[in-house]
């Protein structure tokens, strides 16, 4: 038997799209991604950055918000390169750019395939959009043929994937009493108490009742006066309800989608058309996603060298939907204390604020909330482009593509009158509000692309290119109150609140270049200009210019390295350029004005006041960066080793800077500041196993590491806060964006030794935390706030396996992240309100007594604390690091036999398992979480009242080809 082995040029004869046109992978000298079909079908997921989570190196998909719909993601390219702008990326779908997200468009099964552009060189050809990365979405085009139709359809359920564990009824009714004995005994004896002595924790209600506050600080309930129950009597607590909220808020919920596509063609004319539905009911009460999708796409060949296409992508989708954070179900059903009933006899939620005979406080039921509350979301958009191509003479194409756009968002709210609410007992005034965002969208983009090879040595590709986009924007909100009832919920049914509405537009003007030169297919080079004009910014600097160079040497196409067999592929490549970030109001350059009143005698005047300060040279942040990279492959290509190495500079922040107010403004948006992010990425393919039984290997890892170099002329820090942490962020020069700010706790005051030798504040006793003078001054005092984490891992990385054996195949993916911290705001509801709101198990370790010191780091319960316990604190900073089981498939494409005996063309069925469990230390739902930061506001990064948590998903599908 003779054996011969053969290179696998496959990889790299692969063509990826660049932006304006395409290359082969051994061509590419830029930091580029690709994901295909193949790495995206078989999922779960709603939408394609649901898909992309862990698969791209460099590239962090956090999901901050699993709420259905999959919208709740954070898409970080190469870290964060913004302080105020938007730090997405630029998303290009078939061609057409847009600035927001395109999540909700496309059905992943549509997508052929998704380049990421990474570094400066490779995203400069989108100029002043570019400095978060680009993606590129290439959608399915039919192919030459008889007609094919694909049905894919899934079903499955989703359930949260862990419950975070607080206190039973027992152990809370022994949580209330500590908290409400340590506030009787810190308490001063006042002059209208007729018993002297010191308190002690057998004094009885008759005595607590003389002090101010008593109901809520010291009484505690003993079955009379008023009280239903005796918190002291064993026998009358076990006949308080013992309900489990987080049980009875989330639920099982089905999910399921159904596609149908039909493409085809000749060598002059090509189509494809789809359609598709998704249902996905949330895991929390009374939520829910519904979506339609539509596609086609027809291209035909007029003449040899003239060929015209459009395309259309539509949707619409529907959305029940809930308050997200503090103010969310999710954080009620953590606060609200076991010990109310569901519902009261009467038909009422039971909760704090409608059950005081058994304890009175200011929770409302969080199934309440859940079910009454109306929410509900509708977005409908369309995307179409028109094409034509014509080929002038050999190698010379002119392209012009007319693109549009339009987007509707409405949302509609409505809050009952007979709901409760956080310290708010129904009946009270019913609220509704309606709210409407538009945006519409056109771009024209004209290109020239040469291409020419000479003497089979010299292959050249150039690019010029002219394109101009104008976009509108519209948005309005009206709001009632006092509705006559509950029945009809239109807002002409209350009374008019408030009416609010905006309108703004922008328009962009761009001409763009680029060559490509190869030479004897082994050294590279590629160069690219842009030159951007945007209304956004001043008249003296409206115009930027964005340059970018790399090169490539292909190592293994030298003649020294014919006789070393082993290397298959090694090509070396550096890069550095300068892209830019535009996403700022669209007049924040120039001076607004805004309405008021002036009082005339006894009349007030509508006038009209300046409102922002002017800056006519308002230009364009910048990101500079440079990135060195190898690629090798090894035995056969049978091992592939990528690496990047990258250094970016953002500069001239868009920034609101503290002007005189000798001027008549307190601010003005200028630029000024400055971040660096750094890192390297490795991604490492392996074809373990190539026979029959078939077995690859995908791993990459990321490192970056963000820091901010300057903030404003003086280097003042920028705070940032969450509801009850004020200050609780600080972006301050030699730190990462949105460092989490507050007091260091270093244990807790074991005994009265330990409180007499540490610095601690004058109202601190035994059993309460111990803080870090950090100036070393011996005062405890604001000064001693200090740097506490962030929420940036020190690296992220993705491991997926793929295994086929005959008809059997069996991928399975893992994701990580190592170093990240959450600043979990929900300790605070969750732990200092001793007695009164529900707390988490690990309270159950708290300081009792000097006899019973507890883990010394949990302090004493008391209902009337004092000193730092309410101010943010590492104290309330987790570990974020985590190993995740993203996704398990199991498929089986049935025999050939089978699908002649039914005319099939294909039929593979599979079953998966998506988010099966998350190995980390972190206490809350979801190590990603993050409901304090949206793509917009990354100064409160890494805060979390618990957002709502990414649901673990079973599903069984099918892929049926006719």
Not at 219 to 239: E, K, W
Not at 246 to 270: I, K
Not at 548 to 577: C, H, P, Y
Not at 940 to 952: E, H, I, T, V, W
Request: proline share 4%; charged share 20%.
């Amino acid at each position: 038997m003779r054996i011969r082995l053969v290179e696998d040029t496959q990889t790299l004869e692969e063509v990826v799209v660049v932006g304006y046109g395409t290359q082969k992978r051994s061509d590419v000298t830029t930091a580029v991604s690709s994901i295909s079909a193949d790495n995206l079908k078989d999922r779960s997921s709603v939408n394609f950055g649901e898909a992309l989570a862990g698969q791209v190196a460099g590239v962090m998909v956090q999901q901050i918000n699993g709420a259905p719909g999959g919208e709740g993601l954070s898409i970080r390219v190469r870290g964060t390169g913004s302080i105020t702008s938007s730090t997405d990326p630029l998303y290009v779908v078939d061609g057409y750019p847009m600035e927001d997200a395109a999540l909700n468009l496309i059905n992943p099964s549509e997508i052929e395939s998704i380049q990421i552009l990474k570094d400066a060189s490779s995203t400069a050809i989108y100029g002043s959009r570019g400095a978060n990365g680009v993606v590129i979405i290439n959608t399915k085009k039919g192919q030459s043929g008889k007609p094919t139709v694909r049905m894919n359809a899934y079903v499955g359920f989703q359930q949260v994937e862990k419950k975070i564990e607080m206190m039973n009824r027992d152990q809370y009714v022994q949580w209330f009493v500590d908290g409400r004995n340590q506030a009787w005994l810190d308490a001063s004896v006042i002059a209208e108490d007729p018993d002297r002595s010191p308190h002690s924790i057998g004094d009885s209600n008759a005595r607590r009742s003389l002090y101010p506050s008593a109901s809520t600080q010291y009484m505690i309930p003993d079955g009379t006066g008023g009280y239903q129950y005796n918190f002291l009597d064993p026998a009358s607590v076990a006949q308080l309800p013992d309900n489990d909220w987080q049980d009875l808020l989330f639920r099982n919920a089905p999910l399921q989608q159904y596609e149908l596509s039909v493409s085809g063609g000749s060598e002059s004319a090509r189509y494809t058309f789809s359609g598709s539905y998704t249902n996905q009911d949330g895991i929390v009460l009374n939520t829910g996603y519904e979506r339609f999708n539509f596609r086609t796409n027809v291209s035909s060949k007029i003449t040899k060298n003239f060929e015209v296409g459009m395309s259309l992508i539509a949707y619409a989708s529907a959305g029940k939907e809930q308050a997200n954070g503090k103010d969310a179900p999710i954080l009620y059903a953590l606060n609200l204390p076991p010990i109310y009933p569901l519902r009261n006899e009467d038909g009422s939620y039971g909760s704090m604020v409608r059950n005081p005979e058994i304890l009175a406080g200011d929770v409302a039921n969080p199934i309440g909330i859940a079910e009454q509350v109306y929410d509900k979301r509708d977005r409908y958009g369309w995307l179409g482009t028109i094409f034509a191509e014509w080929e002038i003479i050999s190698g010379l194409k002119y392209r012009i593509g007319v693109n549009g756009g339009i987007r509707d968002n409405t949302r509609k709210n409505y809050r009952a009158s007979f709901i409760d609410f956080d310290a708010s007992k129904a009946p009270r005034p019913a609220e509704g509000s309606n709210e409407r965002w538009n945006d519409k969208d056109w771009v024209i983009e004209n290109t020239l692309n040469y291409n020419v090879t000479i003497e089979q040595k010299h292959a050249l590709s150039a690019l010029l290119g002219y394109t101009s986009q104008a976009h509108s924007y519209a948005h309005m909100r009206g709001e009632s109150r006092g509705f006559a009832n509950d029945n009809i919920l239109t807002l002409n049914a209350g009374t008019m609140y408030n009416l609010t509405s905006d309108e703004s537009e922008y328009s962009l003007i761009s001409y763009l270049g680029r060559i490509n030169y190869v030479f004897d297919n082994r050294y590279l080079l590629t160069a690219t200009l842009r030159r951007d004009g945007s209304s956004r910014f001043g008249s003296n600097r409206k115009w930027g210019t964005f340059p970018s160079v790399s090169a490539g040497w292909r190592l293994s196409q030298e003649k020294f390295m014919q006789d070393i067999t082993q290397i298959n592929d090694l090509k070396l490549r550096a890069s550095m350029g300068i892209a830019g970030n535009n996403r700022i109001g669209n007049y924040a350059a120039i001076g607004l004005l805004s309405t008021g009143y002036y009082a005339t005698g006894d009349a007030l005047q509508n006038i009209v006041n300046p409102n922002t300060m002017p800056n006519n040279d308002l230009s364009w942040e910048k990101t500079r960066q440079y990135n060195v990279g190898f690629e090798i492959g090894v035995f056969d290509n049978r091992v592939r080793l990528e690496g990047d190495f990258y250094h970016s500079e953002s500069l001239d922040l868009l920034l609101n800077v503290p002007v005189p107010t000798i001027t008549g403004y307190s601010t003005q948006m200028q630029n000024i500041g400055k971040i660096q992010n750094r890192g390297m990425e490795f991604v490492l393919t392996t074809k373990n196993l190539v026979n029959e039984f078939k077995w690859s290997t995908n791993f990459n890892i990321s490192f970056n590491k963000n820091k901010v170099l300057e903030v404003g002329v003086d280097g003042r820090p920028i705070y940032a806060s969450a509801p009850n942490a004020n200050n609780a962020f600080i972006t301050m020069p030699g730190y990462p964006i949105a460092s989490f700010y507050g007091y260091v706790q270093e244990g807790v005051f074991m005994n009265q030794e330990e409180l007499d030798r540490y610095p601690h504040l004058a109202p601190d006793k035994v059993g309460d935390g111990r803080y870090k003078d950090v100036d070393g001054n011996g005062i405890l005092d604001q000064n001693d706030k200090t740097i506490l984490g962030d929420n940036s891992p020190l690296f992220t990385g993705g491991l997926s396996n793929n295994l086929s054996y005959k008809n059997f195949t069996l991928d399975i993916q893992f994701t990580g992240s190592y170093g990240a911290e959450v600043f979990s705001f929900y300790k605070r509801m969750c732990g200092i309100y001793h007695g009164d709101r529900n707390a988490l198990i690990e309270q159950m370790d708290r300081w009792r007594s000097p006899e019973e010191p507890g883990d010394g780091v949990h302090f004493r319960p008391t209902r009337t604390p004092v000193g730092w316990q309410r101010d943010p604190s590492s104290a309330w900073v987790q570990d974020a690091s985590y190993l995740r089981i993203r996704n398990v498939t199991l498929g089986y494409n049935l025999s050939d036999s089978f699908l002649k005996k039914f005319n099939l063309k294909g039929l593979r069925v599979y079953v998966t398992g998506g988010n099966l469990y998350t190995f980390t230390n972190y206490v809350g739902y979801d190590p990603e979480n993050s409901s304090e930061a949206t793509s917009n506001n990354g100064l409160s990064k890494g805060g979390d009242y618990l957002g709502y948590p990414a649901a673990r998903s079973y599903i069984i599908g099918a892929n049926i080809t006719f």
